[in-house]
């Protein structure tokens, strides 16, 4: 199986409950979500088996999907899928969903077509009396999006959490205003979030001098990747609320641990920040920014940054299980047409053992006989109706 992460924006209002999956409204609107998208992609692409809603975020509605793909059949490409609901959205197919053809992302990949719509004017030679009529024509341009991150030393406020605040027009306006490249380049704002860095300018001076503190400007080209982890620690339903105390804290303690391991090893690293937690043990989803003028570390250096620290013990408070550690996404997963019983969810139940055994058991041998390379593959969860992950 072939997992690829198709996002997009819907133009719809945004509710506190979307933030719970077990609500529902959040299976609602995923039901909503996934009987409109399956038919597009289930007729056009053989090998497409099934498309899940992992989550929603406000923005108005942003929407996290995951397409499973047959990987013994031919698979789309980035575009391909892209680009199929970007028609679907075009000819109307897709009309519920109210989705923003141009936010349409795969794999983090921004890639669509927009329409231009340009007029032309028939004139005749025919009496006065005759209109002249006007055409429109619709012409296809292919189009390239890219995200572009940058950090601002200015105060943050929280109305320019909201897109629709004066203050958040205004300052994209000016941010918009000041970076442009050409006629043929828009350059658009989608989103603003808080940071709490200045810098402090000290002095020699008699401690009865006030040191000031002064702020400046300074954009710095950045590379974001996904980092995911598991913990062998408790999940608390307060984890799920990124304003509660629970997750700073949480967020903070994990973010003091990794900062120091990617900044000793990567001149380029800038900071890694904490997104989201979710329940099993307790799955860590985090976001590390590199400085995109500087050499940039692999994925694979990026996982075996974290892998080396948590088998030496670096990184022991976390309790990182180290074979769940997942780079953009970087991950073997499979379905298996078997039943499910809620004992395969407990890693340390009977039934989970047995059943990674005899996973492992199994596929041991194709890999160890097809590359010399292959060391082990390991079990680390089970979920019901969908996938068996597995790292190697």
């Not at 499973?68 to 575009?79: C, R």
């Not at 941010?175 to 442009?180: D, F, N, P, R």
């Amino acid at each position: 199986m072939y997992l690829t992460d198709l996002v997009f924006r819907s133009y719809d209002n945004f509710i506190v409950q979307l933030n719970d999956s077990n609500s529902q409204a959040f299976k609602s609107r995923a039901q909503h979500v996934e009987s409109q998208l399956d038919p597009i992609y289930r007729a056009k692409y053989p090998s497409f088996i099934n498309v899940t809603v992992l989550r929603f975020s406000p923005g108005s509605i942003i929407t996290e999907t995951q397409l499973a793909f047959n990987s013994t059949q031919l698979i789309p490409t980035v575009q391909e899928i892209s680009e199929t609901l970007f028609t679907a959205v075009i000819v109307g197919n897709v009309n519920p969903l109210n989705i923003t053809p141009y936010s349409i992302s795969v794999n983090g990949s921004i890639i669509n077509m927009t329409t231009s719509t340009t007029a032309s004017t028939t004139t005749t030679t025919k009496p006065l009396t005759t209109k002249v009529p006007t055409t429109t024509t619709t012409k296809s341009v292919p189009m390239y999006l890219t995200d572009l991150v940058f950090r601002s030393y200015d105060n943050f406020i929280v109305q320019l959490n909201d897109s629709n605040s004066q203050a958040f027009k205004s300052r994209a306006q000016h941010v918009e205003s000041q970076v442009s490249y050409n006629k043929l380049t828009k350059f658009t704002v989608i989103n603003m979030t808080t940071s709490t860095t200045a810098s402090t300018t000290t002095t020699t001076k008699p401690l009865t001098t006030k040191v000031p503190t002064t702020t400046t400007t300074k954009s710095v080209p950045m590379y974001l990747t996904d980092l995911v982890f598991r913990s062998y620690d408790n999940f608390i339903v307060q984890l799920n609320d990124s304003n509660s105390q629970a997750f700073k804290s949480r967020a903070q303690h994990v973010e003091s641990q990794l900062d120091p391991i990617y900044r000793a090893k990567y001149p380029s690293f800038i900071n890694v920040t904490v997104l989201r937690f979710s329940p099993g043990s307790i799955i860590t989803e985090t976001q590390l920014a590199f400085n995109s003028t500087q050499l940039i570390p692999t994925v694979q250096e990026i996982s075996e940054t974290l892998f080396t620290a948590v088998i030496v013990g670096n990184v022991n408070p976390l309790n990182i299980t180290p074979y769940s550690i997942s780079v953009n996404g970087s991950t073997l997963v499979f379905r298996s047409f078997d039943i499910f019983i809620v004992e395969l969810s407990d890693p340390a139940s009977q039934a989970f053992k047995s059943r990674a055994e005899l996973v492992v058991t199994q596929l041991d041998p194709i890999y160890r006989a097809k590359y010399p390379s292959f060391i082990r593959v390991i079990v680390y969860v089970s979920v019901p109706g969908q996938l068996s992950r597995k790292h190697n």
